[in-house]
């Protein structure tokens, strides 16, 4: 069943083990970015310690197979890397994350080019506010 994270781990120069590829299998099958503690808790059978999970996770990420997701906590939290550019909201009260597929800072980033000079500009763009359920609570 896990089969397929091997040849992933390979092709990008990790060592495969049972604690990787569990780590692999949750991750792409998570609805939302997640922590480290939040993996770790999950992946309970899987014998990893936190630092570990922490560990792994960040050399995946500094090697590109995941990416590093920030939402204006404290929190890393980690996605499997989606070959579209998108955005996050995080709701203010329960922190349900959604994705969001729309985008259309590519104007703005233009006109900041024409105006300072800079090229190959990004942009992390986090969106807040009440979710569906919470709002509908209030
Ligand atoms: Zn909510
Ligand atoms: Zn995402
Ligand atoms: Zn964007």
């Known amino acids: 069943m896990t089969n397929n994270y091997a040849p992933l781990l390979r092709q990008y120069g990790f060592k495969v083990t049972r604690a990787r590829l569990k780590l692999l299998e949750r991750l792409n099958r998570a609805t939302q970015p997640m922590t480290a503690q939040e ?18 996770l960040n050399k995946f990420a500094d090697a590109g197979l995941i990416a590093r997701v920030q939402l204006g906590d404290e929190f890393a939290r980690f996605e499997f890397v989606k070959h579209h550019h998108h955005h996050h909201i995080v709701c203010n009260s329960c922190g349900k994350v959604s ?3 729309l985008c259309n800072l590519d104007a703005l980033s233009s006109e900041i080019a024409q105006k300072t000079g800079f090229r190959n500009i990004a942009h992390h763009v986090v969106f807040s506010g009440d979710c569906q359920d919470c709002a509908s609570k209030q």
């Open 39 to 56: 993996l770790h808790a999950e992946l309970a059978d899987a014998k990893m310690d936190l630092a570990t999970v922490y560990r792994s």
């Open 99 to 101: 994705e969001i597929e």
